[in-house]
């Protein structure tokens, strides 16, 4: 079921996004993040509640990268990337740290934001 925003220029229609197109918000603004090794098990989900997004990460971390530090920043810029992408407001961000990733032989992260 397409999501419906209630943002209506000129009261001429109504705006909806795809599920798909929040779904793919959600995991890139995840992905941006140095320290996130990768969605894991569910990946991202999300409930609308009115025009409120409230959304469920689930992720992998790189060994050595404070967890907190990078659950904070995933929270941030997924607000930020659907809250500048959408018209809709973000309310509560779970995220879920289901595993750590080791890198293979001195190998570096790619760089992310």
């Known amino acids: 079921m397409p999501l419906k925003s209630r943002y209506n220029?000129?009261?001429?229609?109504?705006?909806?996004?795809g599920n798909k197109v929040v779904t793919s918000i959600l995991e890139l603004a995840v992905k941006e993040i140095n320290g996130v090794a990768g969605l894991q098990g569910k990946g991202v989900r999300s409930?609308?509640?009115?025009?409120?997004?409230n959304v469920d990460v689930y992720i992998n971390v790189f060994n050595g990268v404070s967890c907190t530090?990078?659950?904070?920043?995933?929270?941030?810029?997924?607000?930020?990337?659907?809250?500048?992408?959408?018209e809709f407001k973000?309310?509560?961000?779970?995220?879920n740290i289901l595993g750590?990733?080791?890198?293979?032989n001195g190998e570096k992260e790619p760089y992310r934001l």
């Open 69 to 86: 530090d990078v659950a904070f920043r995933v929270q941030e810029n997924i607000k930020r990337s659907v809250e500048s992408m959408t």
């Open 100 to 104: 750590l990733t080791f890198r293979e």
């Open 47 to 53: 409930d609308m509640i009115g025009d409120t997004l």
């Open 9 to 17: 220029a000129n009261f001429t229609g109504d705006v909806t996004y």
């Open 90 to 95: 973000v309310g509560v961000i779970n995220v």
